[in-house]
């Protein structure tokens, strides 16, 4: 994880607290110092800089645990081409918009690099911490191959995505990315919607070269996450070792009993769909790809509840691409619609910050960092508390607002 440079010290009073954990809300004061939670109770240490929060929910800072800092159009050579110096500052505006929403942390599943997270540990612009991937591994012709079929173009890698075929090249570039600072491995076991030459149900990759890359992800003591939509591509990754399946949209009750299992985070992405249905014209969506996200667009939600009756861990990712990332807000509503909000709220938290493998963000708790959402209602009774960009909300970041 790549933190923010900047610490501060505060105190917020008389806060109604989502702990991250519990649906109790539970009024309280939180202290911060030097942007770690020193304390919480009836009575912490005053700080100079202080919110009174009499009648606000306080939450930990959301988690997007699907985010693509370097989307800067919706698929194809546009995308993996444009030059890197555009795509990086582009890249730090999403992350900026991100972190004013509430996404205290993101986890870019399909780009990013060691120059952005240097450049957001120290502080060169604003950004939640930020976990990353480096470019997503796919198979030639697989979700990841932007070349249309008609096209006689070389392509072996871009921005956000890699091709790499084959057990020996597939280790290689695992390792490489662990050089380069990653957190996690992502590889695409299924087709896509924005790609134009893959079915969305037909697995990709062999057996042999999802465990090649599973192997050296657990060896290294990280993970494998998964773009998968259909149940024999979700068993395909799951079988063979990967731990978190991202989208999902056509899971069944075999495949989510193998996730729980195996203990495996389904991250749906339900304003990804959503999204391209209502704006597809805005943004130019290719008539294939809108084709096929009418394969997925309604099957997301029914997926969420087969996952909950299934008792896997839910978190919650975006998935927006180019203009489309000014809805991520709205998943949290989409998401609300199959869930509970207590279900919801631990998702964007502490079930997201499990999966990402960290202990210092998700909580408020003693020795948690003190990334804060201060929301200007109470979720339980009015969801759109949580959803609503219009509403007033306080992003505190390791004890500063943003």
Not at 12 to 32: C, P, Q, R, W
Not at 133 to 149: E, F, N
Not at 228 to 234: L, M, N, Q, R, V
Request: glycine fraction near 10%; aromatic fraction near 4%; include cysteine.
């Amino acid at each position: 994880m790549t933190a923010p440079a900047r610490v501060g010290t505060l105190t917020i009073t008389n806060a109604l607290v989502f702990d991250g954990a519990s649906d109790d809300l539970v009024e309280a004061h939180i202290h911060i110092a030097e942007g770690i939670i020193r304390e919480i109770g009836t009575a912490v240490t005053p700080a100079m800089h202080t919110i009174d929060a009499r009648g606000r929910v306080v939450m930990p800072g959301l988690i997007d645990a699907h985010f693509h800092a370097y989307s800067s159009a919706m698929g194809g050579l546009e995308l993996e081409l444009r030059p890197l110096s555009y795509v990086a500052i582009n890249g730090t505006a999403r992350l900026g918009s991100a972190l004013r929403r509430g996404f205290t942390t993101v986890r870019d599943v399909a780009g990013g690099d060691l120059g952005l997270a240097r450049a957001v540990e120290e502080g060169l612009f604003p950004s939640p911490r930020y976990f990353y991937t480096g470019a997503a591994l796919s198979q030639t012709g697989g979700h990841g191959d932007p070349r249309p079929g008609d096209l006689d173009v070389c392509f072996d890698s871009g921005h956000m995505n890699e091709i790499a075929d084959g057990v020996d090249e597939l280790r290689k570039a695992v390792r490489n990315r662990f050089r380069g600072g990653a957190h996690a491995i992502k590889i695409m076991t299924s087709g896509g919607v924005v790609s134009l030459t893959d079915p969305i149900r037909v697995p990709q990759y062999s057996a042999d070269e999802v465990r090649a890359v599973t192997e050296e992800a657990t060896r290294r003591g990280s993970y494998v996450a998964a773009h998968a939509y259909s149940p024999e591509a979700i068993i395909h990754s799951v079988a063979n070792g990967v731990r978190s399946i991202e989208h999902g949209n056509l899971l069944d009750v075999e495949a989510a009993a193998l996730m729980r299992e195996r203990d495996a985070y389904l991250v749906p992405t339900l304003i990804a769909y959503d999204a391209m249905n209502r704006r597809g014209d805005e943004v130019n969506l290719n008539p294939i790809s809108r084709a096929k996200n009418q394969e997925v667009l309604s099957a997301g939600r029914e997926a969420v509840a087969i996952a909950r009756a299934a008792g896997v861990s839910i978190g919650f990712g975006s998935d927006l691409m180019s203009e489309l990332a000014n809805d991520q807000l709205l998943g949290i509503r989409l998401q609300l619609e199959v869930e509970s909000v207590g279900d919801v709220m631990r998702s964007l938290t502490s079930v997201n910050a499990s999966l990402l493998n960290t202990t210092s963000v998700g909580r408020i708790a003693e020795g948690f960092v003190g990334d804060l959402l201060l929301l200007d209602g109470n979720p339980f009774n009015d969801s759109a508390a949580l959803w609503d960009e219009s509403r007033p909300r306080t992003v505190v970041q390791a004890g500063l607002t943003v």
